[in-house]
């Protein structure tokens, strides 16, 4: 028992191991994530099964791929039943048009929480500097010279606590 559940691990690292050196030689400077990868296993088993449900539609005459019919009297009117074809023809607008809204919402959605986070950001460096400001003028923190006084261990603290909240260009308008 033990050594097929090896055997089983073992060949799944040489099949994932076969991907890596698949997606290395199309892409040699991408590392993908774990995310990614199993993004770019979804989009191809979504392919495959597009491509194999057409071959499966060109065997079957309700789905439309097929061939069609051309031996017709000039005077016949034919109201032929709706084909597979026709159904998406109709719903190929609406599902670009839904796939379009989600992306568009999506990147709205992010454009807004980078600007929450540089608001909150913007807020954490003015709301130091006011501080710091205030540790300078009134508790004369420039004229202090124990290392390790109130006034200074407080300004270290404060320093350090904003830092940590900061990203690098306003971590150089700290320092």
């Known amino acids: 028992m033990r ?27 991408w590392r993908p994530t774990r995310q ?19 071959l499966i539609g060109y065997s079957h005459s309700w789905t439309g791929f097929g061939s069609s019919v051309s031996d017709m009297a000039e005077n016949q009117d034919i109201q032929r ?11 190929i607008v609406p599902a670009v048009l839904a796939g379009g809204g989600h992306l568009f919402a999506r990147s709205e959605n992010r454009r ?3 600007s929450a986070d540089q608001g909150a950001m913007d807020a954490a460096l003015q ?9 300078l003028i009134d508790k004369h923190l420039h004229g202090e010279y124990r290392p390790h ?6 300004a270290r603290a404060r320093t350090l606590t904003v ?9 150089r308008s700290v320092v």
């Not at 090896?6 to 191991?17: D, H, V």
């Not at 990614?36 to 057409?54: H, N, P, T, Y």
């Not at 039943?81 to 719903?91: A, F, G, I, N, V």
């Not at 006084?149 to 407080?154: A, K, N």
Request: avoid cysteine; proline fraction near 1%; aromatic fraction near 8%.
């Open 3 to 29: 050594q097929e559940s090896q055997a089983r691990q073992k060949e799944r690292q040489t099949r994932g191991e076969v991907a890596h050196a698949f997606i290395s030689d199309l892409w040699p400077h």
């Open 36 to 54: 990614q990868g199993l993004w770019v296993v979804r989009i191809a088993i979504v392919f495959g099964m597009l491509i194999v449900l057409v």
């Open 81 to 91: 039943m709706k084909s597979l074809w026709d159904w998406l023809k109709l719903l």
């Open 112 to 114: 807004t929480e980078r």
């Open 127 to 135: 709301s130091y500097l006011d501080q710091m400001s205030i540790l």
């Open 149 to 154: 006084g109130d006034t200074r261990v407080t």
């Open 163 to 171: 830092l940590e909240e900061l990203d690098r260009g306003r971590k």
